[in-house]
């Protein structure tokens, strides 16, 4: 695994044009319905100011008087209020791990959560969604808030491409952060490998918990998945880790890759488990598996887009 | 100053070629792990607990990488355990090296081509054993101390107990070989004279356990039928060689005859010790010409077993009789064999004839013509004839006699100076002969026919009217006698030599018989010779030369086979002495007298003439008393450690096993 990595660097390198055009297809489906802040495409539960008729109500003090229908005032001389379906805009919300760990594996998994980032916001940005991001790490929380429309892509990419992965995880805390924003309710994706010494639980619960309908995308690199794959462990090595760079000291053998193994298992198992019993979608994604592929096939399969 | 011994220099530096850079490869590819960036250690950290959480105890899986480490270690005990190729190494205690240094052992083995005589292996294997015993090595204890003996029919120490090993390398490195025969008995007293530690106070009892004794030789031991073994003594016999093919010369002897004073005539007994006939030819050289060879082979039967049991071996035996050859002058016979065995030793023999030598004679009192004529038939050089008065006078003038015989014819002088004398009727001044009377009417009824005397002389016929009656002491030898006394005498003290015929002859019927003659010349041959043998006297090897040379001489020196080159011990009378005569073969023994500027030599023959160390096969199993102690065959190949080797192979495995251990962890 090399740590020197050609990153990425221009909006080409997050999104090509040919994706874009079939991206434009899709939209980004929440499971449930929730008001948003501005008109959007989107109908809502929320009667309000959309041209599609909902019912009446009576005249309370301080109503807008646009809204008074006329016509019943003349025949039953009462004031009502004539109340419409709104159309909302989605509140998008994609939570990144910018940790250490992430700046591993071939091809690199921070590369990938990148683009997948930019892929989903792009979806986002183009059916008129409001789309937050936000990237976290032990140093704390990077946000760039309520983009929307598609012009606004480019100052997406421009905010990922300046991230940096470095240190510890600071999981807990910044799904703290983003559970106190007033980013909205919609639809959450979270974004990391999720091997979290102090565990995802306590993170994922925040957010689970606040009327978001929640996502959580497990990235793991093909060495991670299996160790054997190229660029892999083996022979004698004293392992680093990225984030505590803690020693491990490990002799590569058959049994201790099938305990990995068997290990790496239980441990997404348990997040699968566990989302599936808060009606989170987990996913696990090798970052070897193209961003496309990703979008077209998985994430509509799975119905976060369609 | 220390001295250091590398038991396996070879062994250990290819060893350390073998394994030092694998070693040293496996400590940089092994020892160092290389440094790896993961995501996480999370999930290693608790694999590795995981694996750990199983030990220490799990179901035992059929693994190579397990067998390999077991086969290492089970090498490596094994070569702590320092096995040897040969033998089993002991330690502890005090050893006795007997070493063989006989005749027999200097015969040649055939080893890998190359030739070896049995001495040489004996002294290689010895050097090992010192090696063993006190060489070390890894791990091993140091015996207590080793001593050398060298023996033949002497035991000499060649090293006292010593736990140097180069002293005793030294000391058996200088163990030379002898032509002798061999006698255990003496290598046993010298080595338990030195290793028995006797209480002071309990001088029955030994202190400490005798030391070990261990005997490298053929087992040949012409005295080992009067050995025994000791309480608490070990005997450990380590045979030596394998070779028994020999035939060898156990006799030669020259003779001139009587009749042909010039001419020498040569015989020579031939014994062959193989369980097959051979047939082998015979040179002669004289002064180291070849001068006659057998015109045919000799057929000598084959050797064949005997006595009780098949267990007494019996040569087989064959003579030689070599034409007379014309040889006036003193000469140096050699005869050798010209066939190869394993012993070289006995296939030439030497034998030194002086010059021919005839007789002067002193007839004393002629009267009779019998005898005169009976002395003139003889080969002698003269027979000159006084009275007896006339030889009163001669001793009375004290000059020397110069004759090589006097007989007195019924005359008997006042004394008799030393001499040989042949004596007729007068009762001769001689001592214990105890004249008592007369005998009357005499038949001859006892006489010894095995004298030369007698030899074609039978006295069946023999009457004597009147003879002297004598009862002489033990100094005489009576060769016949009549009923009460004897007739027919013989003296021999110092110088002094005679035969005494106790009557006249005249007073016999004797001069009528053919026997008269016949013993006459036998006297004159037996007395005119006696002293000297016809060749002159040699030496069987392990013997002293000792020679008479002239009173004065200057400048003795002995040289021999083999380089030998020494100075005698010379006494103001003459006697010469030097020895022992350690190898067979021909000394020269020159020195100056005293008027002479050139140096006079004589010559002494030493020759093996021993059926015993001819039969060079060695012995399976020696029998002292009723201990029989078997042979542990020696061999000429060095006894080499084996454990450098097994160690180098566990260190092949080694390195395969981080092979095997390399190719699993890379799946």
Same mark, same amino acid.
């Given at each position: 695994m090399s740590t020197a990595k050609q990153s990425l660097a221009r909006l080409d $390198?997050?999104?090509? =044009?040919?994706?874009?055009?079939?991206? $434009?297809?899709?939209?980004?489906?929440?499971?449930?319905?929730?008001? =948003?802040?501005?008109? =959007?495409?989107?109908?809502?539960?929320?009667?309000?100011?959309?041209?599609?008729?909902?019912?009446?109500?009576?005249?309370a003090a301080g109503d807008d008087l646009r809204f008074v229908d006329w016509n019943i005032y003349g025949r039953l001389d009462r004031l009502f209020l004539k109340m419409f379906l709104e159309e909302e805009d989605l509140s998008l919300v994609i939570a990144i791990d910018a940790s250490a760990s992430m700046r591993t594996g071939e091809p690199d998994s921070f590369d990938y959560a990148r683009k997948l980032a930019m892929a989903l916001g792009y979806v986002g940005l183009s059916n008129q969604h409001r789309v937050s991001m936000l990237a976290f790490n032990e140093h704390g929380v990077e946000r760039i808030s309520n983009l929307r429309g598609r012009r606004k892509s480019s100052e997406l990419a421009s905010w990922l491409l300046r991230l940096k992965p470095e240190g510890g995880s600071g999981f807990d805390a910044a799904m703290k952060t983003a559970a106190l924003s007033r980013l909205g309710r919609g639809v959450m994706i979270v974004v990391s490998d999720f091997l979290l010494r102090e565990g995802y639980e306590r993170g994922l619960g925040m957010v689970a918990g606040r009327g978001f309908d929640l996502f959580a995308l497990q990235v793991l690199s093909p060495q991670q998945? $299996?160790?054997?794959?190229?660029?892999?462990?083996?022979?004698?090595?004293?392992?680093?880790?990225?984030?505590?760079?803690?020693?491990?000291?490990?002799?590569?053998t058959p049994a201790l890759l099938s305990s990995y193994k068997a290990r790496l298992d239980g441990w997404t198992g348990g997040l699968r488990q566990w989302c599936a019993r808060r009606a989170v979608t987990h996913l696990v994604v090798e970052s070897s598996l193209p961003v496309e592929t990703l979008m077209l096939e998985y994430l509509r399969r799975r119905g976060l887009v369609r | 100053m220390l001295a250091l011994t590398w038991l396996t220099p070879f062994a250990g530096a290819l060893l350390a070629g073998i394994v030092l850079p694998p070693l040293l490869a496996l400590w940089f590819l092994k020892l160092r792990r290389r440094p790896r960036i993961v995501a996480s250690t999370l999930l290693w950290t608790r694999s590795l607990a995981d694996l750990r959480a199983n030990a220490p105890f799990q179901r035992l899986r059929p693994s190579v990488l397990l067998f390999l480490q077991l086969l290492l270690i089970a090498l490596i005990a094994v070569a702590i355990a320092q096995p040897e190729s040969t033998g089993v190494v002991d330690s502890g205690g005090r050893y006795?090296?007997?070493?063989? &240094?006989?005749?027999?052992? %200097?015969?040649? /083995?055939?080893?890998?081509? #190359?030739?070896?005589?049995?001495?040489?292996?004996?002294? +290689?294997?010895?050097?090992?054993?010192? +090696? /063993? %015993?006190?060489?070390?090595?890894?791990?091993?204890?140091?015996?207590?101390?080793?001593?050398?003996?060298?023996?033949? @029919? &002497?035991? /000499?120490?060649?090293?006292?107990?010593?736990? @140097?090993?180069?002293?005793?390398?030294?000391?058996?490195?200088?163990?030379?070989p002898t032509d002798e025969e061999t006698r255990l008995g003496e290598a046993l007293e010298v080595a338990r004279a030195f290793s028995t530690n006797v209480d002071p106070d309990r001088p029955d009892r030994t202190v400490a356990a005798p030391a070990r004794l261990e005997l490298y030789s053929d087992g040949r031991?012409?005295?080992?039928?009067?050995?025994?073994?000791?309480?608490?003594?070990?005997?450990?016999?380590?045979?030596?060689?394998?070779?028994?093919?020999?035939?060898?010369?156990?006799?030669?002897?020259?003779?001139?005859? *009587?009749?042909?004073?010039?001419?020498?005539?040569?015989? *020579?007994?031939?014994?062959?010790?193989? %369980?097959?006939?051979?047939?082998?030819?015979?040179?002669?050289?004289?002064?180291?010409?070849? &001068?006659?060879?057998?015109?045919?082979?000799?057929?000598?039967?084959?050797?064949?077993?005997?006595?009780?049991?098949?267990?007494?071996?019996?040569?087989?035996? #064959?003579?030689?009789?070599?034409?007379?050859?014309?040889?006036? &002058?003193?000469v140096v016979i050699e005869a050798s064999l010209l066939r190869k065995d394993a012993l070289a030793s006995d296939d030439t023999a030497f034998a030194v004839v002086p010059p021919s030598k005839r007789l002067r004679v002193l007839l004393v009192n002629s009267e009779g013509f019998v005898l005169a004529s009976a002395l003139d038939a003889l080969p002698v050089e003269r027979v000159d004839r006084i009275t007896g008065a006339d030889f009163d006078a001669l001793l009375a003038s004290q000059a020397p006699v110069s004759y090589d015989l006097v007989v007195l014819n019924n005359y008997a002088p006042k004394f008799l100076p030393q001499g040989r004398y042949l004596i007729f009727g007068a009762a001769p001044p001689l001592p214990e002969l105890n004249v008592y009377g007369t005998q009357k009417d005499v038949w001859c009824r006892v006489m010894r026919e095995e004298s030369p005397l007698l030899r074609s002389a039978s006295l069946d016929e023999l009457y004597v009217g009147s003879a002297i009656a004598t009862r002489p002491s033990k100094a005489w030898e009576?060769?016949?006698?009549?009923?009460?006394?004897?007739?027919?005498?013989?003296?021999? #003290?110092?110088?002094? +030599? #005679?035969?005494?015929?106790t009557y006249d002859i005249l007073e016999s019927n004797w001069p009528f018989q053919r026997s008269f003659l016949n013993f006459v010349a036998n006297a004159v041959d037996s007395l005119g010779h006696a002293g000297e043998a016809i060749t002159a006297q040699g030496v069987r090897p392990g013997d002293a030369i000792a020679l008479r040379i002239p009173a004065g001489s200057r400048q003795a020196r002995v040289t021999g086979p083999a380089g030998i080159d020494a100075t005698p011990k010379v006494d103001s009378d003459g006697n010469l002495l030097w020895g022992p005569v350690l190898r067979a073969g021909l000394y020269d023994i020159s020195f100056l007298e005293n008027d002479r500027t050139e140096p006079s030599t004589r010559r002494v023959a030493a020759n093996l003439y021993s059926a015993a160390e001819s039969h060079i096969e060695p012995v399976a199993e020696i029998r002292l008393g009723v201990d029989a102690v078997s042979a542990a065959a020696v061999t000429a190949e060095r006894r080499s450690s084996v454990w450098p080797w097994i160690l180098g192979l566990g260190l092949l495995i080694l390195i395969l096993e981080w092979w095997v251990y390399q190719r699993q962890v890379r799946v």
């Open positions: $390198d997050l999104i090509d =044009g040919r994706l874009m055009a079939k991206l $434009d297809q899709l939209d980004v489906v929440s499971r449930k319905i929730f008001s =948003g802040k501005l008109h =959007g495409e989107r109908r809502s539960k929320r009667r309000g100011q959309s041209v599609e008729f909902a019912d009446f109500r009576p005249y998945v $299996d160790p054997t794959r190229e660029g892999g462990v083996s022979g004698d090595l004293k392992l680093v880790d990225s984030e505590s760079l803690g020693e491990t000291e490990v002799t590569v | 006795v090296l007997l070493i063989d &240094r006989s005749a027999s052992m %200097l015969a040649t /083995e055939s080893i890998d081509g #190359a030739s070896k005589t049995r001495l040489d292996i004996a002294k +290689h294997a010895a050097i090992d054993r010192v +090696h /063993e %015993l006190l060489g070390g090595g890894f791990f091993a204890p140091r015996a207590g101390d080793v001593m050398v003996v060298a023996f033949a @029919s &002497r035991a /000499e120490v060649r090293a006292p107990f010593t736990d @140097s090993v180069a002293d005793l390398e030294k000391a058996i490195q200088s163990i030379t031991f012409a005295d080992l039928a009067q050995l025994t073994l000791r309480p608490m003594e070990s005997l450990v016999y380590r045979k030596v060689g394998s070779a028994k093919d020999n035939v060898g010369i156990v006799a030669l002897a020259a003779e001139r005859p *009587a009749d042909r004073p010039d001419d020498v005539q040569v015989f *020579a007994a031939l014994v062959n010790m193989n %369980l097959e006939p051979v047939s082998v030819s015979v040179q002669l050289a004289l002064d180291g010409q070849a &001068r006659a060879i057998t015109p045919e082979p000799i057929a000598i039967p084959a050797a064949s077993l005997g006595g009780a049991g098949g267990t007494e071996f019996r040569p087989g035996s #064959a003579q030689v009789i070599f034409r007379p050859i014309a040889q006036p &002058r003193d009576i060769v016949a006698e009549g009923a009460d006394a004897p007739l027919v005498l013989t003296y021999d #003290a110092g110088d002094t +030599h #005679a035969v005494y015929v």
